[in-house]
């Protein structure tokens, strides 16, 4: 799980925050930018062709690796594939090749998500679960940091002593990436198939449509009642204020003069050291003070540390600022993440968890992830000041719904 972990978190920085670097220095407008991170909606819809994943035979690869690494090494090639396509494309010849690569990448990344949370599930009895998600969740944050900071060092080795825009030395780095995906490879090949759970076969697409989405999200209604909209409008909005700056992180560097080196050495030290401790505080916190408590001040934090890069853009470049300011965002991001998970675990229904899991996850990308499409227009019009006040300002919303969530939960319910 810990190497499988990895491939699942290395194509995810590579088509948002790292693509977004490169792009932005290769001198893309960031209103494309900002468009081109709609491809990662494919994670929010991920919902739709997880049933096809969970039942769906696949020519030869089931017969000879079985039902659930016939799709997970049918996915990593798919990764594989668009990662190299991805490093090969250059955007200032054409942007288009590596729109769809990128669009690609994420289709395939998300549907390796859906196997290996099937594959996860399926390996190990309910009571070693807790071991296996802790070794998922370390791997894929140590393929995010490779992803992350790792490319950015890869790029700038590559580049020497250059200066500007260099697709030569970004291609050597994308194609070490997609060399990498080989570690989740080699882990499927030499990995036992989970012995296989008998299918109840569906009766039709309605059928199929009404078990796999309809009856969790009807269970969610009958459990909460009127609170139900109440709750997934939270889910909904709960992390706008960091997707939605987030898009425009990267580029903002960029803009700012800091170099490929700078920025791998900030976010890959500092920014994950804060986010791990963010999570552990965040988990301490709320097991003392209750999900709530910790859920509303990390709404408030993620949206106050949003005014810090206001500050920021005002403050010029400076690595002792940059260095505390991503601190900061990335602790109060790593709480807010711990908190929303446990609150998320903690709505779902243990005869539908998995699905109403990924329909709650999906759910909270959506929205969050349709308005960062539009961050780079807005950056154009108002400059960077502006949009990360305004990101901050999204959050206001989100502290009123978790008010209200926290007061509806601790009414005894009538019936």
């Known amino acids: 799980m810990l190497a499988l972990g990895f491939s699942a978190g290395l194509p995810l920085l590579l088509v948002f925050g790292t693509l977004s670097f490169r792009l932005r220095e290769a001198g893309i407008e960031r209103a494309t930018i900002g468009y081109l991170s709609w491809v990662g909606l494919a994670y929010g819809f991920k919902w739709a062709w997880a049933p096809l994943v969970d039942r769906l035979p696949l020519p030869w690869l089931t017969r000879r690796l079985g039902r659930r690494r016939g799709w997970l090494l049918l996915a990593q090639l798919g990764v594989i594939s668009a990662l190299v396509g991805m490093a090969l494309a250059n955007p200032r010849d054409s942007l288009t090749p590596l729109a769809w690569c990128a669009l690609a990448a994420a289709f395939a990344s998300a549907t390796q998500d859906i196997a290996l949370d099937a594959y996860r599930i399926e390996s190990a009895p309910t009571r070693l679960q807790p071991a296996l998600a802790a070794s998922y969740q370390t791997g894929y944050r140590l393929a995010m940091l490779w992803a992350g900071a790792g490319v950015l060092w890869l790029a700038a080795r590559a580049q020497g002593a250059a200066t500007g825009y260099d697709n030569a030395a970004w291609t050597a780095a994308y194609l070490v990436m997609a060399a990498s995906m080989a570690v989740g490879v080699v882990t499927v090949l030499l990995s036992p198939e989970p012995q296989p759970r008998p299918l109840t076969p569906a009766r039709g697409a309605w059928e199929w449509v009404r078990g796999a989405i309809i009856e969790p999200l009807a269970d969610f209604v009958r459990r909460h009642h009127w609170q139900a909209a109440l709750i ?120 539908y968890s998995a699905t109403q899991y990924a329909l ?41 719904l978790v008010a209200l969530a926290a007061r509806a939960k601790s009414r005894p319910r009538s019936s």
């Open 232 to 351: 997934l409008a939270l889910i909904a909005v709960y992390r706008i204020s960091d997707v939605v700056m987030g898009i425009m992180a990267n580029p903002f560097y960029v803009d700012m003069g800091y170099t490929k080196d700078e920025v791998a050495a900030i976010t890959g030290l500092y920014g994950v050291a804060m986010t791990l401790a963010g999570a552990f505080v965040g988990g301490a916190l709320a097991l003392r003070f209750g999900v709530m408590r910790i859920l509303m001040l990390g709404a408030l934090l993620s949206a106050l540390t949003n005014l810090l890069f206001a500050w920021l853009a005002g403050h010029g470049h400076s690595l002792p600022a940059l260095i505390a300011v991503v601190s900061a965002d990335n602790l109060a991001s790593g709480m807010a993440s711990a908190a929303f998970i446990g609150y998320l675990s903690g709505l779902t229904n243990v005869s």
């Open 360 to 400: 709650f996850s999906s759910l909270m990308l959506m929205l969050p992830k349709f308005l960062a499409g539009f961050s780079g227009k807005f950056v154009d019009a108002f400059g960077y000041a502006n949009f990360f006040t305004a990101t901050a300002l999204l959050g206001l919303p989100v502290l009123l």
